[in-house]
Every structure is written in structure tokens, then in C-alpha cells.
């Protein structure tokens, strides 16, 4: 899975995993933000929102189990 950390500067920071990769915003797909989830692609990266919104689910019920809320 790769995922989007945090943009700064016109530049993405992305980790493929557990390796850190700095990546500048115009070799990424369009509408990419911090917390997307993407998928390696023959032709480059791609958004995979079905991913994304799994990720954001399981962290939504993490948060609610750990806050109770």
C-alpha cells in the first residue's frame, strides 16, 4: 500500500510501505492529498479510492474502540 503522509512545499512525502520517498505533486495523480492511498500502476501511480476509504474506515473504528466514541 502506498500512502500519501503529508504535502509540503509542491512536494509529496509518500511511503511505499516502511520506505520513505519524497515526491514531487506534479508526478502524482491529480486530486492526490495528504492521506490518499495509491496503487502502483504499469504507467505510474493511480489514486485507488476503494482502498482509501477502507483505510479511513478501519481507522475510524480504531478510534472509536481506543476513545469510545
Do not use: W, Y
Amino acid at each position: 500500500m502506498v500512502i500519501v503522509d503529508r504535502i509540503e512545499n509542491g512536494t509529496a512525502v509518500v511511503f511505499f510501505g516502511s520506505e520513505r520517498r519524497d515526491i514531487p505533486l506534479c508526478q502524482l495523480p491529480d486530486g492526490v492529498h495528504e492521506g490518499s492511498v495509491l496503487r502502483e500502476t504499469g504507467s505510474g501511480l493511480v489514486i485507488d479510492a476503494e482502498a482509501e476509504n477502507e483505510r479511513r474506515k478501519t481507522l475510524a473504528e480504531r478510534t472509536k474502540r481506543l476513545f469510545g466514541r
